[in-house]
């Protein structure tokens, strides 16, 4: 089987964000940069079928240079092989068209992608590769197992879980409870020094002109002042909830 897991390069979630020329580019100057939560989870599920099922096991991202090292920390987690495509991730249409291409170019079985990014929340690149792709799609995948070309996967729905068959192949939208943060991998050195001789193939981008263009950013407006009532002044509370919060 090979399994194709898409790895998006994004802020760690303790990074301060700011931005820049008049609040419509992301400022990138002092930020940690780490593999999305969504795909690691992704890449840790890969890894158990690589070892349980002899997968071969390719990393992708579209963007870069500055994204390497992420595919290389990826690549000393245990992944095969990755691949770049040089072009910046600014719209998700177009990363998904260029993600079509390597899986069509690849003919890779499973496509494993976060359900989305913790950098834009688009939420839309898993469904459009599969749409582009002819796959099947499953979202919000919390298991997974395959036997041959059968699969079954196990979805969160609202309130609860839906478990679904289908064949390959096949492109998830993955999150935590593909695998538990307790299962995820930390690099050792040894995985660290293989990944230096694992290939890192660069392609060229095709199709390039975005669908669609960020305008303006803007932060959450910052949290007001706290008023504390003492308890034993209810009236007060309720003249400030229905005066100035206007609640009730």
Same mark, same amino acid.
């Given at each position: ?58 990393? @992708? ?117 593909? @695998? ?69």
């Amino acid at each position: 089987m090979k399994i194709l897991v898409c790895i998006s390069h994004v802020p760690d979630t303790t990074s301060k964000i700011n931005f820049t020329d008049d609040n419509s580019k992301f400022d990138t100057n002092g930020v940690q940069f780490v593999i999305n939560p969504n795909d690691e989870f992704g890449l840790t599920r890969a890894m158990w079928f690589k070892e349980q099922q002899g997968a071969n096991v390719t990393v @992708v991202n579209v963007g870069g240079p500055e994204t390497e090292p992420t595919l290389r920390k990826a690549l000393a987690i245990g992944a095969d092989a990755a691949i770049r495509v040089n072009m910046d991730a600014t719209d998700g249409f177009s990363v998904a068209k260029q993600l079509a291409n390597v899986v069509k170019e690849g003919g890779y079985d499973l496509v494993i992608a976060g359900r989305e990014s913790i950098d834009y929340n688009g939420g839309m690149v898993p469904g459009m590769v599969a749409g582009l792709t002819d796959a099947n799609f499953v979202n919000k995948c919390i298991g997974l197992t395959v036997e041959g070309s059968s699969v079954t996967a196990v979805r969160e729905i609202d309130g609860g879980k839906e478990t679904v068959s289908t064949t390959l192949p096949l492109v998830i939208g993955g999150q935590k409870g593909l @695998v538990e943060e307790s299962d995820l991998r930390i690099p050792n050195m040894r995985g660290i020094m293989m990944a230096r001789k694992k290939p890192l193939t660069v392609i060229e981008a095709n199709d390039t002109t975005p669908e669609t263009t960020s305008v303006k950013f803007e932060k959450p407006a910052p949290k007001g002042a706290v008023k504390l009532v003492s308890p034993d002044n209810l009236d007060e509370l309720i003249d400030l909830l229905h005066n100035e919060a206007k609640v009730i």
